[in-house]
């Protein structure tokens, strides 16, 4: 499912309208780059967790050349799925 098929997904759910739909999914995406980008955690009760981890600089082997190299560190998004998404999927 893409950006848009969301939408439309969405729409139908909740009997907003397209545009309507398209503007609350871009208002939570938002919101949650900017929580994330604070350093906070977004916890969904039921559906999930978004959080920061950092991933250590770590060596790496460039594979066209097969020589090291430092891979740096950096901040990564992860998201946990919560216990109802996880039992609604199995």
Same mark, same amino acid.
């Given at each position: =499912?893409?950006?848009? /098929? #969301? ?5 139908? /759910? @909740?009997? !907003? *309208?397209?545009?309507?739909? &398209?503007?609350? !999914?871009?208002?939570? =995406?938002a919101a949650?780059? &900017?929580?994330?980008?604070? +350093?906070? &955690? %977004?916890? #969904?009760? +039921?559906? +999930?967790?978004? %959080? %920061?981890? /950092?991933?250590?600089?770590? !060596? +790496?082997i460039n $594979? @066209?050349?097969?020589?090291?190299? *430092?891979?740096?560190?950096?901040? %990564?998004?992860?998201?946990? $799925?919560? =216990?109802?998404? *996880? #039992?609604?999927i199995e």
């Amino acid at each position: =499912m893409n950006k848009s /098929e #969301l939408i439309n997904a969405m729409a139908a /759910e @909740s009997g !907003l *309208t397209k545009t309507d739909s &398209k503007k609350a !999914l871009d208002a939570f =995406m938002a919101a949650i780059t &900017k929580a994330l980008k604070a +350093g906070d &955690k %977004v916890s #969904l009760v +039921g559906f +999930g967790t978004f %959080v %920061v981890a /950092e991933r250590a600089a770590r !060596l +790496g082997i460039n $594979p @066209s050349t097969k020589q090291s190299i *430092t891979i740096p560190a950096k901040r %990564v998004a992860k998201f946990k $799925p919560g =216990m109802e998404l *996880t #039992l609604a999927i199995e």
